[in-house]
């Protein structure tokens, strides 16, 4: 930064640079002169998952529990598999509509209906 300077005594200018803070020598992290202390931290996360809705599209029930032949055999999880089209079902329930839909339609997801290739599985 360039800037004007006067001498009190003499009147006399001088046009050259000033620093405002000290500058980092290297790689040296920039501290300003005026630091701050952080006391106390409290972090707070929220989390979903990685799919346009949180349910399952065939059972209707939450991703995060078990699906309903999963709850009538008193199983606390249920494993969840996404397609390569992003979609997520619970797999039991995808493997049985896999198992009936074999017959008539190939695999398909029962959403968009491209092919099912399992993309990721996944509690």
Known sequence: ???QLEEASGGKSAVGYVPM???PDGDAPFLPAASITVKKFNPVFFWSWDV????CA?????LMEPCLNCQVSNKTACVVVWGE???????????????????????KCPLCQAEWVIHRVGN
């Open 1 to 3: 930064m360039d800037v």
């Open 21 to 23: 803070m000290e500058e």
């Open 52 to 55: 346009q809705s949180d349910n």
């Open 58 to 62: 065939i059972c209707r029930v939450m």
């Open 85 to 107: 089209c992003n979609h997520a079902f619970h797999n039991c329930c995808m493997s049985q509509w896999i198992k009936n839909a074999t017959a008539t339609a190939g695999s």
